[in-house]
């Protein structure tokens, strides 16, 4: 089975920075990556699909990159409304697999 | 509108049973392979199950395997996980997901999930 690795595990940072959250993978998952945004009591929601691919209605703000083993996710001005905790997957072989999340904070 | 609706969860002592349900609307259900992610309180997403759209093939992670059965009914757009000889650490939320697609996919509805908690 793949796993992977987030980093870091909790990040603080400041309305209008620029974050970036790694995610590294055992093996090469070529370009089957997703991004999750989760919610305190809510299900996670995906923000990008296949490493880069915006999906519908989520800002334009949220980007990402990287292919083989590893991927970054990049907030590129940080909003008050992005707090939450991050969780990449990787679904380029069965069983699918998950980081282990990083919590992001706004100071 | 995409609807998947959890329901079933609650406290049961260790080694005991639980049958959980997921009401799926506003997508062909019988198109996709359906599957269970669980949360455990304060930690990340565990794969638990899969099951094929016609039910099939089914897939366990090894910590849940022997003991949870996944299942579906197409004729009532449901699919279930039975939960037998539960242990403390199945503590969780369970999440029923629906993928993109009927492949290997990333997940793009998730239901608002089922608490289950093992605990004398």
């Known amino acids: 089975d793949i796993q992977m690795t987030q980093s870091?595990?909790?990040?603080?940072?400041s309305i209008g920075d620029r974050v970036t959250i790694t995610c590294r993978a055992s093996q090469s998952i070529s370009s089957w990556l997703a991004w999750y945004q989760q919610?305190?009591?809510?299900?996670?929601?995906v923000l990008i699909y296949k490493v880069s691919s915006l999906e519908s209605g989520v800002p334009s703000r949220f980007s990402g990159s990287g292919s083989g083993t590893e991927f970054t996710l990049t907030i590129s001005s940080l909003q008050p409304d992005d707090f939450g905790t991050y969780y990449c997957q990787q679904y380029n072989s069965h069983?699918?697999?998950?980081?282990?999340?990083?919590?992001?904070?706004?100071k | 509108e995409v609807q998947l609706v959890e329901s079933g969860g609650g406290l049961v002592q260790p080694g005991g049973s639980l049958r959980l349900s997921c009401s799926a609307s506003g997508f062909t259900f019988s198109n996709y392979a359906m599957h269970w992610v669980r949360q455990a309180p304060g930690k990340g997403l565990e794969y638990v199950s899969a099951i094929s759209t016609y039910g099939s093939n089914k897939y366990y992670a090894d910590s849940v395997k022997g003991r949870f059965t996944i299942s579906r009914d197409n004729s009532k757009n449901t699919l279930f996980l039975q939960l037998s000889s539960l242990r403390p650490e199945d503590s969780a939320v369970y999440y029923c997901?629906?993928?993109?697609?009927?492949s290997i996919s990333y997940f793009d509805y998730w239901g608002q999930g089922t608490l289950v908690t093992v605990s004398s």
């Not at chain 1, 919610?39 to 929601?45: A, H, L, M, N």
Request: glycine share 12%; proline share 16%.
């Open chain 1, 39 to 45: 919610k305190p009591g809510k299900g996670p929601k």
């Open chain 2, 97 to 102: 997901v629906k993928p993109y697609d009927d």
């Open chain 1, 95 to 106: 069983p699918c697999s998950f980081g282990q999340g990083t919590k992001l904070e706004i």
């Open chain 1, 8 to 13: 870091p595990s909790t990040l603080s940072a």
